[in-house]
């Protein structure tokens, strides 16, 4: 009996997938545990493998195409078996690829009887091209991935190929901005790259034409560049001819443009830059002619504007300079430019600063600090450091206190959902990893039960992962408690945001050198200073202020974080 596989739920928080690749094609036989396709969930492309034996009697989603979560992926059986009751109710282009010859020459009937009598035998013939004409062969389309669950729209940071390179499966393509991370998107095909659709530094929604990817010398003319979209290969028609002058005013719209685009050197040579790279040097007041291009073929882009020093200015402008300045009055009178420079937001940074509005603005934050001697855990974490192989930092520390301290004060361990609150049995620490494009959470899973050299090895581990960007969507799910720590910059006391849906975090500064008061005297100590930024909705002071007693407890006292 045949089995209908749905688009997997890989991540708590994923809506749905995209299909980066099929390794298995229609009609080949599979086997349980055979990888089936590569889907793109959060910052990752992960594999799918099948739990089933047949055949793959459908593909219900095309490579590249992006589906909710229990959309239709395909369908594994027995060779030959009938799934027309399976296939039905799904969408137009799930079932035409299942559909009988007599089923589509029918459509094509109802196409051609919805048209004028004049376009009747045209039309007819462009059907008996069928629809394999609409893309030449060997030639595949590239849309805008969706990266993560909450991406709508890609920025291309960086084109690590340009148009005519040689591509081959798994060369890296371009460097592709989300909602969280500048992540590197790399080919599933070979061939050449044809077709770039979107430049570096532009943004474009999930879906939209990325590149075009086939043999070398394909006419990709046909394609529709502005969505990733197919133009039907017709017989001329005064509809045809009428689209085709359309097409041929926008093409010299482009052309037009594309001279915009270009200057001339002080030497009369063509200077060739980007559209982007020209309206930011036209708002910097930057002359082309002094930036040298890093593109192909010397094309000034983004970041060859960016990195404009801009030292040598024109003869004319110093010579006019210089004589503003012999004209003003002696007295000194300050000189400069008002400027600005402004920077696109990133994905990532816009949901950053869309999520701690929304828990800044919607849970009453209100903090807690307290200060703790750190005499004793800086003579146990020198011994503990003595022993061979092992390697234990302060920020490992306060992760274990923290966890030992919520297992007494479980009510710090919640969430509010609004109608209940839901206390967490289990303790999973989030750690605040600072990386270029923003900040991410990996999660220490049963933080609790884990020694201090594996809460130092793990979150060595992750936070390695999270700086090159081969972090997993399983890595940052799931956190029950916050650690942020500063400490290390030697910021001594700060306060954070909570980090949604928990009900507090903690802020760790830098330890001190200084006086302090011990039996009556005066002498050096060493302090650290502990905020509490706790959600009012379910933390009350008195639970919060109970958990961070608890918690100095434990760091002023380490051995017992050891029994």
Not at 108 to 127: F, I, L, M, N
Not at 321 to 328: D, L, V, Y
Not at 486 to 496: A, D, H, K, N, Y
Request: proline share 3%.
């Amino acid at each position: 009996m045949a089995e209908v596989i749905k688009m997997p739920r890989l991540s708590d928080t994923m809506e749905e997938g995209t299909v980066a690749k099929w390794l298995k094609q229609k009609g080949d036989k599979v086997e349980e545990g055979d990888i089936l396709a590569e889907i793109e969930t959060d910052k990752a492309t992960m594999e799918f493998e099948s739990f089933y034996d047949g055949t793959l009697l459908h593909i219900g989603i095309d490579e590249g195409d992006s589906a909710p979560v229990d959309s239709l992926l395909a369908i594994i059986g027995e060779e030959g078996e009938d799934i027309s009751g399976l296939l039905e109710g799904g969408d137009d282009d799930s079932s035409s690829d299942d559909s009988s010859d007599d089923d589509k020459k029918e459509d094509r009937k109802e196409d051609k009887d919805s048209e004028e009598s004049k376009e009747e035998e045209s039309s007819e013939d462009s059907d008996d091209e069928g629809d394999d004409g609409e893309i030449p062969e060997g030639v595949e389309i590239i849309k805008m991935p969706r990266l993560s669950d909450t991406m709508e729209e890609g920025t291309v940071a960086a084109w690590l190929k340009q148009e005519g390179d040689k591509v081959e499966e798994g060369d890296i393509l371009a460097e592709i901005e989300t909602d969280k991370a500048t992540m590197e998107f790399e080919s599933f095909y070979e061939g050449t790259l044809l077709k770039i659709g979107i430049q570096e530094g532009e943004s474009a929604k999930v879906d939209s034409l990325l590149a075009i990817i086939g043999p070398e010398g394909t006419d990709v003319s046909k394609i529709d560049t502005s969505g990733g979209g197919k133009k039907k290969v017709k017989k001329s028609s005064d509809s045809d001819k009428e689209k085709e002058t359309d097409s041929s005013k926008e093409s010299d719209k482009q052309d037009s443009e594309e001279k915009k685009s270009s200057s001339q050197t002080k030497d009369g040579g063509r200077i060739f830059a980007s559209p982007l790279a020209k309206k930011m040097a036209e708002d910097k007041g930057i002359d082309l002619a002094d930036v040298s291009g890093s593109g192909e073929n010397g094309r000034i882009v983004k970041k060859d504007i960016e990195n404009f020093k801009g030292a040598d200015k024109p003869a004319e402008a110093k010579k006019e300079k210089a004589e503003e300045t012999s004209a003003a009055p002696q007295s000194y009178v300050p000189a400069g430019e008002e400027s600005f420079e402004e920077r696109k937001n990133s994905q990532m940074r816009k949901t950053i600063a869309k999520r701690l509005g929304e828990s800044k603005f919607t849970a009453p934050h209100y903090y807690l600090t307290i200060e703790v001697d750190m005499a004793n855990a800086m003579a146990s974490r020198k011994q503990i450091n003595e022993m061979p192989d092992v390697k234990v930092s302060f920020n490992d520390m306060v992760i274990k206190a923290s966890a030992m301290a919520l297992r007494k004060h479980p009510q710090v361990n919640s969430q509010w959902t609004g109608d209940t609150m839901k206390i967490a049995k289990h303790i999973h620490m989030g750690v605040a990893v600072a990386v270029e494009e923003g900040l991410v959470v990996p999660v220490l899973k049963f933080a609790d039960q884990m020694s201090l050299t594996q809460i130092g090895g793990n979150v060595k581990d992750l936070a390695g992962k999270a700086r090159n960007k081969k972090i997993q969507p399983s890595d940052m799910e799931g956190s029950t408690f916050t650690v942020s720590n500063l400490g290390m910059f030697g910021i001594v006391e700060f306060t954070s945001i909570i980090n949604q849906p928990n009900s507090a975090i903690l802020s760790v500064g830098t330890i001190v050198e200084k006086p302090v008061v011990k039996n009556g005297e005066i002498v050096v100590g060493n302090t650290m200073k502990l905020t509490l930024a706790c959600d009012h909705r379910t933390v009350d002071g008195a639970t919060g202020a109970a958990f961070l007693q608890t918690l100095k407890t434990y760091l002023e006292n380490p051995v017992t974080m050891l029994a």
